[in-house]
């Protein structure tokens, strides 16, 4: 058996796994957080230059909208994750501290097991509705390339059978286009040099002279500002960031259900332990070490939830 007050290898090994799993669903929070903002701003600025759109069409404010509310759940859910932290703390710093000593009796015990009982839903329902917080922006976010592509049929020219014709044609221009000026520009570099050493040509015809003057080459390459995005590279690119945008916030989804997760166990160990103090005689040593335990398991939580808060990753190995 393990000695009175320490760990038993079996709360060890618990206490490494939920390290190891906090440690995969934290650390990469912080730079998906700013993953996700620089994405936002990715489509904002696609939506604003595309001629169909602009600046002061709906689907701006409507994915500016999507953008602020991002950062309104992921400013509360770093309150949430403070006030957590917090609890969690006080539970293995003073609850579990407090239930060894001998001068705590039974009752009291049972009481300061009872108030943290009733603290946990708080906790518990804060998780829950950061995940699905989470998990709704990521779903409208998801969707939001399908209003993009309606919005940009609805600018082309005649619908129906027309539109899908016109498509086709403009991609097809398009493909033409970019092979023709693809081969041009080979064959105008092939003779660039040439070209450039050359000043002046002279012809003589019959006593008329005629001086040809060559001026410095210059390329024929596109300027990045001649060439437009056809409808559907901009719908193409629009979605890429969305999809780039669910998947992170999946990420937070995942976390929050961890400490959902966390939560409800803990609120499982109380209740646990508090039965083992109503029991006649009361079993306090089963009672202790079941407090004990729980504190090992969720103190690596404690670090995750207070670097969240603050917008770093947890320092930890």
């Known amino acids: 058996m393990a000695e009175p007050g320490l760990p038993s290898y079996s709360d060890v090994q618990a206490a490494q796994r939920a390290r190891a799993e906090l440690k995969q669903n934290f650390m990469t929070l912080t730079n998906d957080q700013l993953d996700i903002q620089e994405l936002f701003r990715s489509v904002a600025a696609q939506l604003e230059t595309t001629p169909e759109i602009g600046e002061q069409h709906p689907l701006c404010d409507e994915w500016n909208e999507l953008r602020q509310r991002h950062r309104r759940v992921y400013r ?35 009481q300061m097991i009872g ?6 839903p708080v906790h518990l329902n804060a998780a829950k509705e950061n995940a699905e917080r989470f998990s709704e922006l990521g779903k409208e976010v998801e969707i939001f390339p399908r209003k993009v592509a309606s919005a940009l049929r609805i600018k082309a020219e005649p619908g129906g059978f027309f539109e899908s014709i016109w498509t ?26 040439m070209l450039s050493r050359l000043e002046k040509l002279r012809f003589s015809c019959f006593g008329i002279s005629l001086d040809v003057h060559f001026h410095r080459y210059q390329s024929l390459e596109p300027e990045s500002d001649m060439h437009e995005m056809t409808p559907r590279q901009v719908v193409g690119e629009i979605e890429d960031d969305a999809k780039a945008i669910t998947l992170k916030l999946t990420a937070f989804e995942s976390a929050w259900h961890v400490v959902r997760l966390a939560c409800s166990w803990l609120q499982s160990d109380l209740a646990l332990a508090k039965s083992f103090t109503t029991c006649i005689p009361p079993i306090t040593q089963a009672c202790d070490s079941n407090l004990r335990a729980a504190a090992l398991v969720h103190t690596p939580l404690v670090e995750c939830l207070n670097a969240y808060s603050v917008g770093k990753s947890p320092d930890f190995f």
């Open 168 to 193: 086709g044609i403009e991609e097809l221009c398009m493909s033409i286009w970019n092979t023709l000026n693809r081969l041009l520009t080979k064959l105008v570099n092939t003779f660039k040099l």
């Open 115 to 120: 108030k943290f009982l009733e603290t946990i």
């Open 76 to 110: 509360d859910s770093q309150q949430n994750a403070g006030l957590c932290a917090h609890f969690l703390k006080n539970f293995a710093d003073i609850l579990v501290p407090l239930s060894q000593s001998s001068e705590v009796s039974i009752d009291q015990k049972r």
